[in-house]
């Protein structure tokens, strides 16, 4: 089927389409009410292991208590976290709250243990 220019698409092929386009975090991220696209370089530090685990990562989306973003850290429900950013002006404890696996891909959701003054979103 061919479409014109100025032509509308049928909605069932549009969300079709936007949803094969969508990462793993974005998926994730439609769990989640009043969420907003951001872009945060952080350390993400796993707590309460023996061995030291971090990666860099990217907070991809918020909310006023959470954030998601990519990870290969072995993070699972209610793994507790640090999240740091380069500047130190985010420097906040967090658990993990949900995981996303999709295409070899993991995506993770955690919620803030206490109140971030700073944070960009407020409630």
Known sequence: ???RTGASVPR???T???SLGQSCVEK???LFLNVSAIHIPVRVVALGSSRRLQEQTVIEFGTAQE???PSVLPLEFEDRLRLVNSDGSL???ATVVAVRYHDGRKAVAARFVSEVGNWIIKP
Request: glycine residues 0%.
């Open 1 to 3: 089927m061919r479409w």
């Open 12 to 14: 069932e092929l549009e």
């Open 16 to 18: 079709a389409t936007i």
């Open 28 to 30: 994730l991220a439609q």
């Open 67 to 69: 954030v998601l973003f």
């Open 91 to 93: 420097d906040a404890n």
